[in-house]
């Protein structure tokens, strides 16, 4: 056995009191998790099921650590109040597919509104370098716990795809996106998501033009980000829109992957300049606006949103950038990270 250092002591205590203290502000002390009515073990098994769409309930055991017996009782009890439901497995007849019912993906909605105004309301202490520490630092302690339980290398986080061009679903994901986030973020409601709603299926219309074009970040067969360029601008520009990553995407740099993958196009393209409108005080999506070339050229009070919010317009000169326009629109197409 390898002789522990002080230091390393020192660290391993540190971590167990951040892990100690985790579990109590999260909930886990308590009966019940995530304003439900079930336990955590119960909350976690809706929750992976309803992000990989289905599992058999060997894979629930394998993800959860739990006994097979264990899985199983509670399996049973999920099944019995209406959350989850066997359905046949596609490859083997002999086993069943686990899935979500309508009442399981209810449950599911409450569950993740819940742990995202709960880690919304922690971040608003941390400044942005910190958040993105712990983003990767959790994910990483998280990786190594697994690996040692299980006996493997920790593996790292799977990266996303970028794909290019229209995909059945996307305006709904930009949409539902778009209006989880701001909701959280600037207390958005429906005249919000109506809006984003109507922009995003009038430029999804207007793909057949080669100067405009969308992409989206995929985890597997989900959208989980987009960002699209409307290339019928005044006077030659260009418009960044549509830019938005799931809360699941945030940390995996597939932000940064869209935005280079939108600009390259704007470069090719070969418009004057890229303009887009976002609000003030997303300042992780203003850094990456400004690496990219981006500068600040107005800010105006708008209040169409359902909310009154300071709007910022940013503006990335082409390759040959010639007198860019003046800005006067009062009703912005909103692009938002």
Known sequence: MLAVTHAQSDLINQVRSA????????????????????????????????????????????????EKSTVSRMVRKLIEAGEIEEIPHEEDARSKKLRLTVRGKKTLRAID????????????????EQQQAVSEGIANYASALQAHRLGTAPQPPAQLDIARGYRPGIIGRMVQMHADYYARHSNFGQPFESLVASD???????????????????????????IAIDGEGEGGEAILRCFILDDSARGKGAGKRLLAEAMKFCDEQGFCATRLWTFKGLDVARKLYEDFGFKLEQEQEGQQWGATVIEQCFVR???VAGPLNGVGDTHPPIDLA
Do not use: C, K
Not at 200 to 226: C, F, K, Q, T, Y
């Open 19 to 66: 892990s100690r203290l985790m579990v109590r502000e999260l909930g886990f002390m308590q009966a019940t998790l995530a304003a439900t009515d079930y336990s955590p073990s119960f909350v976690h098994t809706i929750v992976e099921i309803g992000d990989r769409g289905s599992l058999t309930a060997g894979e629930l055991v394998e993800l959860l650590g739990l």
């Open 113 to 128: 509104s819940f742990a995202r105004q709960q880690v919304d309301a922690a971040l608003v202490y941390l400044t942005n």
């Open 200 to 226: 995003m299926a009038e430029l999804m219309g207007r793909l057949h033009n080669p100067r405009n074009e969308v992409w989206v970040a995929l985890d597997g067969e989900r959208i989980v980000g987009s």
């Open 317 to 319: 000169p082409g390759p």
